[in-house]
């Protein structure tokens, strides 16, 4: 019952009876014991990162030291972490906000007839082939009138407590994978940058918070990071990106078409009928609206909203393609621009891996143990995309929802809240040159994780080849990716002979 407590103030004994109602009739469909909404993975980049992790609900702190991969006989420990972070939880931003607003308003205003529309109504789903959606549901009515509009516009996409554990318990996870790097001793030495945006920089204050925690520090935490948004808002340093794809509307065509088309009319279609609302007045947005109130009733409350029981499991499919559609054309590999315009932080990354690997000797200063960088789902896509992760054969459009069913472009698995892409650089000891190959086989090892599990660089055998192969392997990158001339230059955004 905690999940709707907030409803059930003493004044509302009805509204309890028609809530146990609702949950009786929905039991059937749904797993008993259940405070999470069946619809959580389907969130896009509202997810939790739990529905990532499903572990870290039993224990925040469980650490699996065996996703550190590098090969068993070559004695390596990590030298370096570079981690690229997104934000935690957050609230919805104002333009989600008064969305809401409209939505419960609607509902408030418009819902009050639980009889069926007309029979044309009727008529025109038979016509169309559909089957009827279940009708108005009195009960679930109820309930969302009385839901309380609580979010107002100054909350606009700011940092949740909620937000703040996700990534000071990802920096306590860190520290105990990483105990040489991310250690007190190294404390000055851990470099944070992060978006100018309020909620990366509560997210990264918190990262520090949790590194303190870690460390069992009582001294009160001084931040030392330092705001950089050509390196994490490289997307709007682009022009070649903003003018080509963001303000160009046909680069998001397929968005706007998936929007209008058939599987999105059907999820509207149900939910106007549930909700005894008249069709045209539901638009497609506030029917996002209801399925992001409860992904935001779950991140930021932990509550299993009321809105949730407006969608099954293919309403929420539907709506997660929709956000995937907008991930990929927008922010990965729907144009090259997309990927290029990160070119900055991958050539960031590299430099700060180079260093870190350079031989030295015993007198040299020891290398940079950490480089901690927080940004945005919108800074995360981009790089992943550059580095030729989450490619399917077959790009998404508004056409072909029923191939995509397998697709490995899913934001919510890539980019939930608190998102990370860790590059671990080992510094290795058992290399030897194998004579007959010619060729030296020691070297740094890169290790590559994402969430905290290991992901392989494409074309790669190895969870941590070594450094120089994965340099081999973005060699093209490493030669050009250059800002000015991806950016800058070209008139319209994006090149076909732009190969990657
Ligand atoms: C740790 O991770 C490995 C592989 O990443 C997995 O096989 C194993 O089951 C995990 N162990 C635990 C206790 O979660
Ligand atoms: C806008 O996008 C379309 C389709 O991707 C592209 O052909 C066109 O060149 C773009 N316009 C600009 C100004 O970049």
């Known amino acids: 019952m905690t999940a709707l407590s907030p409803l059930c103030s003493p004044r509302n004994r009805l509204l309890l009876a028609a809530l146990s109602f609702t949950l009786t009739r929905l039991s059937s469909t749904l797993p008993r014991h259940q405070d999470v909404p069946h619809i959580a993975k389907y969130f896009g980049t509202k997810t939790r990162y739990e529905e990532v992790n499903p572990h870290l609900l039993k224990d925040p702190f469980a650490v699996n030291r065996s996703v550190l991969r590098p090969p068993f006989g070559e004695r390596c420990s990590p030298m370096h972490l570079t981690a690229v972070i997104r934000h935690g939880s957050r609230f919805p931003t104002v333009k989600n906000i008064q969305r809401i607003q409209r939505l419960s308003e609607l509902v408030r205003v418009d819902g009050s ?121 490289f997307f709007e340093h682009c022009r070649g990106y903003v003018e080509g794809v963001e303000k160009n509307r046909t680069a998001l065509q397929e968005v706007a078409r998936f929007k209008h088309g058939e599987e999105m009319q059907r999820v509207r279609r149900k939910m106007a009928d549930k909700l005894g609302v008249e069709y045209s007045k539901l638009t497609p947005d506030l029917v996002e609206a209801a399925f992001f109130l409860c992904s935001y009733e779950l991140s930021i409350k932990s509550l299993h909203s009321p809105w949730c029981f407006l969608f099954d499991e293919t309403d929420a499919k539907v709506l997660e393609y929709k956000s995937d559609l907008k991930q990929y054309w927008k922010r990965s590999h729907g144009h090259t621009i997309n990927s290029l315009s990160s070119c900055p932080l991958f050539h960031h990354v590299f430099r700060t891996l180079d260093k870190a690997g350079r031989p030295r000797r015993s007198t040299d200063a020891s290398p940079e143990p950490a480089s901690i960088l927080v940004g945005h789902a919108e800074t995360l896509l981009p790089l992943l995309s550059l580095l030729g992760l989450y490619k399917d054969l077959e790009p998404p459009t508004a056409d072909n929802y029923h191939s995509q069913h397998d697709r490995s472009f899913r934001s919510g698995r890539i980019v939930p809240y608190a998102a990370n892409l860790l590059f671990v650089l080992f510094d290795c000891e058992g290399g030897q040159t194998d004579r007959q190959a010619g060729r030296q086989t020691g070297g740094p090892r890169l290790q590559m994780l994402i969430n905290e599990s290991p992901v392989r660089f494409p074309g790669l055998e190895e969870d941590a080849p070594l450094y120089r192969d994965v340099r081999a392997l973005y060699r093209h990158l490493l030669d050009g990716c250059d800002h000015d001339r991806e950016c800058e230059v070209r008139a319209s955004g994006r090149q076909p002979n732009t190969e990657l």
Not at 129 to 148: I, Y
Not at 212 to 219: H, K, P
Request: glycine share 10%; charged share 25%.
């Open 113 to 233: 007839s639980p009889t069926r529309p007309g029979g044309s109504e009727a008529g025109a789903r038979e016509a169309r082939g559909t089957p009827p959606t279940g009708g108005p549901d009195a009960a679930l009515q109820q309930l969302l009138k009385r839901w309380e509009m609580w979010y107002t516009d100054d909350m606009d996409g700011r940092l949740v407590q909620k937000g703040r554990q996700d990534l000071s318990h990802l920096a306590r996870r860190l520290s105990v994978l990483f105990p040489s790097l991310l250690s007190e001793q190294n404390a000055g030495r851990i470099r944070l940058q992060t978006s100018s945006k309020h909620r990366c920089v509560s997210s990264t204050q918190a990262f520090q918070d949790g590194l303190t925690e870690a460390w069992g520090s009582s001294a009160v935490p001084e931040y030392r990071h330092q705001v950089n948004d050509e390196l994490m808002r």
